[in-house]
C-alpha cells in the first residue's frame, strides 16, 4: 500500500519501493491576516444566528401579552345570560367565555352569526372587549362585526362597527358617544347583541375566540346584597345605589294600567 510522509511519498513499482517526486505538504501555514480574517467571519455568522433569533422572538406566532388596566373594572359577564345562533359540539358559550384563548366560538350556520348578551337588569357597560387571532384561524376571522345594544330585541339600535384585515389579540369596541354616564361613554343597556357580518376570503363559519364586558367598580357601601352580589356584583347595574343614609330603598312604582283594570 502507498504509504504518504511529510516530505512527499513513496509508490509500489516493479515490487520495489521508489520514490516519487516531492508534494506540497498536507497542512498549510495561516498567515495572521488570513486568522483574522477567519475570525471576522464567525463574528458576522453569529450575529446573524442573533438576528434570526430576534425574528423568532417578533413572529406573530408569539403569544401577545394583554396590557388592559383593569383597575376600577370589574367584569359583568357573569351577569349575563349568552346565547349563541348556532354552534359546532364543544365549541359553544363554554369555549367562548373560557379564560384560555386556544378555545373558541365556532358557528355551524348562515351568516349573519349572532351572540345576545342579555343582562337581567340595565347595565352601565365601560368596555367591550374582543379575542381574533387571524393566524390561526384564517378564514374563520371575522372582517366585519356590528355590535346593537337595547331594552329589548325589539329596540336594538347599533352603536358599532368594526372591519378588520389580520386581526390577532384582544381588540376594544369604541364606546365613544353612546350617551351614558357623566362623560357620555358609558353603554347603559339591558342587552348587547354582536353580529358577525363577514369573514375572511369569504369564510361561511367564523372564530370568536374571547369576549369581556366591564362595567365600573362601584363602592361597597352602595350595592345592594342579593345571591349575585358576593363579589359587589349587581352593584354594577343601572340604578341600583340605594339612597343616602345607608336605608332601605324605595318600593317601585305600582304601574298606572294596574289600577284601571276593567272586567268585562
Same mark, same amino acid.
Given at each position: 500500500?502507498? =504509504?504518504? %510522509?511529510? /516530505?512527499?511519498? #513513496?509508490?509500489? !513499482?516493479? /515490487?520495489?519501493?521508489?520514490?516519487?517526486?516531492?508534494?506540497?505538504?498536507?497542512?498549510?501555514?495561516?498567515?495572521?491576516?488570513? +486568522?483574522? @480574517?477567519?475570525?471576522?467571519?464567525?463574528? @458576522?455568522? /453569529?450575529?446573524?444566528?442573533? @438576528?434570526?433569533?430576534?425574528?423568532?422572538?417578533?413572529?406573530?406566532?408569539?403569544? !401577545?401579552?394583554?396590557?388592559?388596566?383593569?383597575?376600577?373594572? =370589574?367584569?359583568?359577564?357573569? $351577569?349575563?345570560?349568552?346565547?349563541?345562533?348556532?354552534?359546532?359540539?364543544?365549541?359553544?358559550?363554554?369555549?367562548?367565555?373560557?379564560?384560555?384563548?386556544?378555545?373558541?366560538? !365556532?358557528? @355551524?350556520?348562515?351568516?349573519?352569526?349572532?351572540? %345576545?348578551?342579555?343582562?337581567?337588569?340595565?347595565?352601565?357597560?365601560?368596555?367591550?372587549?374582543?379575542?381574533?387571532?387571524?393566524?390561526?384561524?384564517?378564514?374563520?376571522?371575522?372582517?366585519?362585526?356590528?355590535?346593537?345594544?337595547?331594552?329589548?330585541?325589539?329596540?336594538? +339600535?347599533?352603536?358599532?362597527? $368594526?372591519?378588520?384585515? !389580520?386581526?390577532?389579540?384582544?381588540?376594544?369596541?369604541?364606546?365613544?358617544?353612546?350617551?351614558?354616564?357623566?362623560? /357620555? %361613554?358609558?353603554? #347603559?343597556?339591558?342587552?348587547?347583541?354582536?353580529?358577525?357580518?363577514?369573514?375572511?376570503? %369569504?369564510?361561511?363559519?367564523?372564530?370568536?375566540?374571547?369576549?369581556?364586558?366591564?362595567?365600573?367598580?362601584?363602592?361597597?357601601?352602595?350595592?345592594?346584597?342579593? =345571591?349575585?352580589?358576593?363579589?359587589?356584583?349587581?352593584?354594577?347595574?343601572?340604578?341600583?345605589?340605594?339612597?343616602?343614609?345607608?336605608?332601605?330603598?324605595?318600593?317601585?312604582?305600582?304601574?298606572?294600567?294596574?289600577?284601571? $283594570?276593567?272586567?268585562?
Amino acid at each position: 500500500m502507498p =504509504r504518504a %510522509n511529510r /516530505g512527499g511519498t #513513496r509508490a509500489m !513499482q516493479g /515490487g520495489r519501493i521508489s520514490a516519487s517526486e516531492d508534494l506540497p505538504p498536507l497542512a498549510e501555514e495561516f498567515s495572521a491576516d488570513d +486568522i483574522a @480574517d477567519a475570525d471576522a467571519r464567525a463574528d @458576522d455568522y /453569529g450575529e446573524m444566528d442573533d @438576528d434570526d433569533d430576534n425574528e423568532d422572538a417578533d413572529s406573530p406566532e408569539t403569544d !401577545q401579552v394583554d396590557t388592559f388596566d383593569t383597575t376600577g373594572l =370589574r367584569d359583568i359577564g357573569n $351577569l349575563a345570560s349568552w346565547r349563541v345562533s348556532t354552534f359546532k359540539p364543544g365549541c359553544g358559550v363554554d369555549a367562548l367565555r373560557d379564560e384560555d384563548t386556544k378555545l373558541f366560538w !365556532q358557528s @355551524d350556520g348562515p351568516q349573519p352569526h349572532i351572540l %345576545n348578551i342579555h343582562f337581567i337588569k340595565m347595565v352601565n357597560i365601560r368596555h367591550i372587549r374582543i379575542y381574533l387571532d387571524f393566524s390561526l384561524d384564517e378564514s374563520y376571522t371575522p372582517t366585519r362585526i356590528q355590535f346593537l345594544a337595547g331594552t329589548g330585541y325589539h329596540d336594538l +339600535i347599533d352603536f358599532a362597527e $368594526l372591519s378588520f384585515e !389580520q386581526p390577532k389579540g384582544w381588540i376594544e369596541v369604541d364606546l365613544t358617544g353612546v350617551g351614558g354616564g357623566p362623560d /357620555g %361613554n358609558t353603554l #347603559r343597556a339591558f342587552i348587547v347583541q354582536m353580529k358577525v357580518l363577514e369573514n375572511h376570503q %369569504n369564510g361561511k363559519d367564523t372564530h370568536v375566540r374571547g369576549v369581556k364586558i366591564y362595567a365600573a367598580e362601584t363602592a361597597g357601601s352602595g350595592q345592594r346584597t342579593t =345571591r349575585n352580589s358576593a363579589e359587589g356584583g349587581l352593584g354594577l347595574l343601572a340604578d341600583e345605589a340605594e339612597p343616602d343614609g345607608g336605608g332601605a330603598a324605595a318600593p317601585p312604582e305600582e304601574p298606572s294600567w294596574s289600577t284601571n $283594570l276593567v272586567i268585562r
